[in-house]
């Protein structure tokens, strides 16, 4: 037992032996650390302002590191060396964990350190850069302005005190880096940069407006106002516009924008130059609208001047025609009426044709109004002639439609005598009333159909809804007529057939007694080949069948 007790004494003697030479080994490193190397080379070179307080900051943390986290590491370590040959191992690891951590803490410290000295040495190297950069881009500036400064107009002036602040900017930087303030160097460099951006983008803007300005939108206005006066000297005249005035104001702008131009005011010069663009494009559109209307009115002028006659003429004529055609029709869709409408129509284009040639003999025309008037005028002709065509192909029909009339009136008065001829052929004792009725009906609408068209002055729609009733109750008349002629010799052939039965067979005797009372006596035809029908199909069924067969049979081969 008092063997293991000192076996184990030994071993954790041992391992504390060790711990306690790696954390040594770990101090001596932190004290090589490469902080105190670049404290030593940021020292050399003389810092200033924000770079010597920030610099001053870090190597007095350092050096409070070194003097008081390492001196307390030393202790930690010297006497957990002598507790543990002492054996007291409880204190000795008590003792290590501290010296861990406080070892940890100065490695974390000291990694703080080092970064903030390295951005202090990295904040010099990035100045250096950014200097030289701005620099070049200054003297490649002035440069150019020396070299185009006539692109610039009165903009060259206040450029070049633009660049004489950069300059002074540039040297303020430079010496704040020279002399070891970083950080204020950045400041500047950092204002210095935006400074250059905003010179750069005026001397890239200015050069294209002020070309507008000084070149461009003079020559375009010269134009204009020569071509005004041209115009003005062949009497064109523009409607709601004072292009004098127009020309004059655009004039007082150029003046205007080209201050800005000196003041630096690039949005504001942009935006004038677009409003003058767009007015000058305005003034060119109006001149070229009305030269390119004057060459159509003038080529239009005849052509409507004879499309006008022309559609005056056709009225003249289809007046005319209508007033002849009332004489012996009734006109029914206010024809003639539409054509006296269309003839005011006519007459008051012509005046405002006239009106409009006044205007041009008159030297005050508006071409493009003059243009848009003849369009329209041109459109109004064609409406008008499309419906004086459609007057007069609708009445054209009117004797053709009377003609039509009478023939179908004929063919009626035919069709009459036909089927009053083909009734008495049968000579039947009398017709029924029905029939009569409307066979009488139907000749009186024949009558009245002649005595309208027999008319001095006929009304064609009428007739031609006579014609079409007429010629449905015809139709009906001829059926019930074939219907009248099949029954009443259908009934005769039965009668005839029925003889066979009707001494055997009462009721067939019966029914031939009442089929001659319905026959002979009623005019009853119908009623009477259903009663001597039924009756011999009861004796002898299909008797009925049989007989209508041989009947229609005979009937078709009467036809051939």
């Given at each position: 037992m008092?063997?293991?007790?000192?076996?184990?004494?030994?071993?954790?003697?041992?391992?504390?032996?060790?711990?306690?030479?790696?954390?040594?080994q770990a101090k001596e490193k932190l004290t090589k650390s490469p902080v105190a190397t670049e404290i030593g080379n940021l020292r050399a070179q003389q810092l200033s302002g924000a770079s010597l307080k920030t610099f001053t900051k870090w190597s007095g943390e350092y050096d409070r590191l070194t003097k008081e986290k390492i001196g307390a590491l030393n202790e930690n370590l010297d006497e957990a060396a002598a507790a543990n040959d002492k054996y007291q191992f409880i204190k000795t690891h008590r003792l290590l964990k501290e010296a861990t951590e406080t070892l940890e803490n100065t490695q974390a410290d000291l990694d703080d350190i080092g970064s903030a000295l390295k951005d202090i040495a990295a904040n010099a190297k990035a100045n250096q850069d950014e200097i030289q950069k701005l620099e070049g881009i200054y003297q490649e500036l002035r440069k150019?302005?020396?070299?185009?400064?006539?692109?610039?107009?009165?903009?060259?002036?206040?450029?070049?005190?633009?660049?004489?602040?950069l300059e002074k900017d540039h040297d303020k930087a430079k010496q704040l880096a020279n002399s070891g303030d970083q950080e204020g160097a950045a400041n500047v460099l950092s204002k210095l940069e935006t400074e250059t951006a905003v010179l750069q983008d005026q001397m890239k803007r200015i050069p294209p407006r002020y070309n507008e300005l000084a070149n461009e939108f003079p020559a375009q206005i010269t134009e204009i106002e020569q071509t005004n006066v041209k115009m003005q000297k062949a009497h064109f005249n523009f409607l709601d516009r004072d292009l004098d005035a127009e020309i004059a104001a655009l004039k007082q702008q150029i003046a205007t924008t080209t201050t800005k131009v000196a003041k630096l005011q690039c949005d504001a010069v942009?935006?004038?130059?677009?409003?003058?663009?767009?007015?000058?494009?305005?003034?060119y559109a109006v001149m070229e609208?009305?030269?390119?209307?004057?060459?159509?009115?003038?080529?239009?002028?005849?052509?409507?001047?004879?499309?006008?006659?022309h559609a005056d003429k056709q009225n003249r004529e289809l007046q005319a025609e209508l007033n002849h055609?009332?004489?012996?029709?009734?006109?029914?869709?206010?024809?003639?009426?539409?054509?006296?409408?269309?003839?005011?129509?006519?007459?008051?284009?012509?005046?405002?044709?006239?009106?409009?040639?006044?205007?041009?003999?008159?030297?005050?025309?508006v071409y493009s109004v003059v243009n848009t008037e003849f369009q329209d005028f041109a459109k109004q002709l064609t409406e008008i002639e499309k419906k004086q065509q459609a007057i007069?192909?609708?009445?054209?029909?009117?004797?053709?439609?009377e003609q039509v009339a009478q023939n179908s009136l004929q063919q009626f008065v035919s069709d009459m005598r036909t089927i009053k001829r083909e009734v008495e052929e049968l000579r039947l004792p009398g017709l029924p009333k029905d029939y009569?009725?409307?066979?009488?009906?139907?000749?009186?609408?024949?009558?009245?159909?002649?005595?309208?068209?027999?008319?001095?002055?006929?009304?064609?729609?009428?007739?031609?809804?006579?014609?079409?009733?007429?010629?449905?109750?015809?139709?009906?008349?001829?059926?019930?007529?074939?219907?009248?002629?099949?029954?009443?010799?259908?009934?005769?052939?039965?009668?005839?057939?029925?003889?066979?039965?009707?001494?055997?067979?009462?009721?067939?005797?019966?029914?031939?007694?009442?089929?001659?009372?319905?026959?002979?006596?009623?005019?009853?035809?119908?009623?009477?080949?259903?009663?001597?029908?039924?009756?011999?199909?009861?004796?002898?069924?299909?008797?009925?069948?049989?007989?209508?067969?041989?009947?229609?049979?005979?009937?078709?081969?009467?036809?051939?």
């Open positions: 008092v063997v293991a007790i000192y076996l184990g004494a030994i071993f954790y003697q041992r391992t504390n032996t060790n711990r306690i030479v790696q954390l040594n150019h302005l020396l070299t185009k400064n006539f692109s610039y107009g009165p903009a060259e002036q206040a450029l070049k005190d633009q660049l004489d602040v942009d935006s004038d130059n677009k409003e003058m663009e767009s007015q000058i494009d305005s003034l609208q009305e030269i390119d209307a004057r060459q159509a009115v003038e080529q239009k002028e005849d052509d409507l001047s004879a499309f006008i006659k055609l009332t004489q012996s029709y009734d006109l029914t869709h206010d024809e003639l009426s539409q054509s006296i409408a269309l003839k005011d129509q006519i007459d008051q284009l012509n005046n405002n044709y006239e009106a409009d040639l006044q205007k041009i003999a008159d030297q005050t025309a007069h192909k609708n009445v054209a029909g009117l004797h053709k439609g009569l009725d409307f066979f009488f009906v139907v000749s009186d609408e024949i009558k009245k159909l002649g005595n309208d068209l027999n008319q001095v002055k006929i009304n064609l729609d009428d007739i031609s809804k006579q014609l079409i009733l007429t010629q449905q109750d015809i139709n009906k008349l001829k059926q019930e007529t074939n219907d009248l002629i099949d029954s009443a010799l259908l009934t005769e052939q039965l009668l005839q057939y029925a003889n066979r039965y009707r001494h055997s067979h009462p009721d067939v005797e019966a029914a031939v007694t009442q089929t001659h009372q319905l026959f002979d006596q009623k005019y009853e035809y119908k009623q009477a080949v259903d009663t001597i029908a039924t009756a011999l199909n009861k004796v002898e069924p299909g008797a009925y069948k049989k007989v209508e067969q041989n009947y229609y049979d005979q009937k078709q081969a009467d036809l051939f």
